[in-house]
C-alpha cells in the first residue's frame, strides 16, 4: 500500500484546511484509515480514525466537533476537513492504513496498530 498525503499549508487561526491521502496497490475499501500528527519536539499522536466502510469514525479529544475524517472509496482517498483551526494544531500530519481490521472495532488509536504510512504533510496555523 502506498499513501500519499496533500493538503497542508499555512492558514490563519480560525481557517480551515482539507487534507487528502491517496492510496494505491491494494483494494482500499477493505481497510481503515487514520490520521496522525506530529509537532516539533513531541511525539506522533492520534488525530481521527474512519472504518473501511466509512460507517464509524472517531477521534481524539482536542479536535472534536472541529475536524471530520471522510473517505471516497471511489476515489480510493480519505480525506481531513479541519475547520476552526489554533496555534496548537500546527504539525506535520500524517495517514496510515489499518489492514487488520482494528479502526472497525474502533481501536487505532496508537500509531503501532497501523501498517502503512504515507509521507506526512505540514498544517501551520499561524495566530
Known amino acids: 500500500v502506498q499513501l500519499q498525503a496533500s493538503g497542508g499549508g499555512l492558514v490563519q487561526a480560525g481557517g480551515s484546511l482539507r487534507l487528502s491521502c491517496a492510496a494505491s496497490?491494494?483494494?482500499?475499501?477493505?481497510?481503515?484509515m487514520g490520521w496522525f500528527r506530529q509537532a516539533p519536539g513531541k511525539e506522533r499522536e492520534f488525530v481521527a480514525a474512519i472504518s473501511w466502510s466509512g460507517a464509524r469514525a472517531y477521534y481524539t479529544d482536542s479536535v472534536k466537533g472541529r475536524f471530520t475524517i471522510s473517505r471516497d472509496n471511489a476515489k480510493n482517498t480519505v480525506y481531513l476537513q479541519m475547520n476552526s483551526l489554533k496555534p496548537e494544531d500546527t504539525a506535520v500530519y500524517y495517514c496510515?492504513?489499518?489492514?487488520?481490521?482494528?479502526?472497525?472495532?474502533?481501536?487505532?488509536?496508537?500509531?503501532?496498530?497501523?501498517?502503512?504510512w504515507g509521507q506526512g504533510t505540514l498544517v501551520t496555523v499561524s495566530s
Open positions: 496497490g491494494r483494494t482500499f475499501s477493505s481497510y481503515g
Open positions: 496510515a492504513a489499518d489492514l487488520s481490521g482494528r479502526t472497525q472495532r474502533g481501536l487505532g488509536r496508537t500509531l503501532y496498530e497501523y501498517d502503512y
